[in-house]
């Protein structure tokens, strides 16, 4: 998926509330949401932690939205905000280095 150039990119990192674990479908359920936003935006997303020792302490994911109440609306139906396992900061990102040859 090209980026919008009228839209705008977005950095959410996301921190765990406490120490409850995520359960793995749960956590499928978050991803399987994710890669349906991909599908029509960019995005990126990975996650803070050891993955060998399945320690996961937070995440960040950068993606496209026309704006920043998308943006919360986008983020607040994630499956792993709405269950209460992480809250999140998201902050407007403005791309200033380009891979050469794109802008």
Do not use: H
Not at 42 to 56: D, I, K, R, S, T
Not at 59 to 69: P, R, V
């Amino acid at each position: 998926m090209e980026w919008n150039e009228k839209s705008t990119l977005f950095v959410r990192t996301d921190y765990k509330l406490d120490e409850r674990e995520v359960s793995e479908e749960q956590a499928m359920d978050s991803m399987s949401y994710l890669q349906q936003i991909a599908q029509e935006r960019v995005l990126l997303a990975g996650v803070f932690g050891n993955m060998e020792l399945e320690e996961v302490d937070g995440a960040m994911i950068l993606f496209e939205a026309q704006d920043l109440e998308e943006a919360k609306r986008i983020s607040d139906e994630d499956p792993i905000i709405k269950g209460g396992f992480y809250r999140y900061e998201l902050k407007c990102w403005n791309l200033m280095v380009f891979p050469a040859g794109e802008k």
